[in-house]
């Protein structure tokens, strides 16, 4: 079956089976997901990109507290006075 002809199809279902079609295709669409995910974990092609993940986080969240402290003015007991 062509994809053209396959979205024929989809597009004439009542909608209980869409409905249906719907669940059991992102259902399968989470499996793939998750398989290639699964195979590239094992095989370490994630380790590089989450180092650079948690470096980039790290690098973020230091700048945002920057950000945050830089345009704050905190005088002693400001806070408690809120």
């Not at 989470?30 to 989450?50: K, S, V, W």
């Amino acid at each position: 079956m062509k994809l053209k002809e396959l979205e024929n199809t989809i597009a004439c279902l009542p909608p209980e089976e869409l409905a249906r079609f719907r669940e059991w295709f992102m259902e399968f669409d989470a499996e793939q997901f998750d398989r290639r995910i699964q195979g590239d974990a094992d095989n370490g092609r994630l380790e590089t990109p989450c180092r650079n993940g948690a470096a980039l986080w790290s690098g973020l969240s230091h700048w945002a507290f920057n950000q945050i402290t830089a345009n704050t003015q905190l005088r002693p007991g400001s806070l408690a006075e809120g």
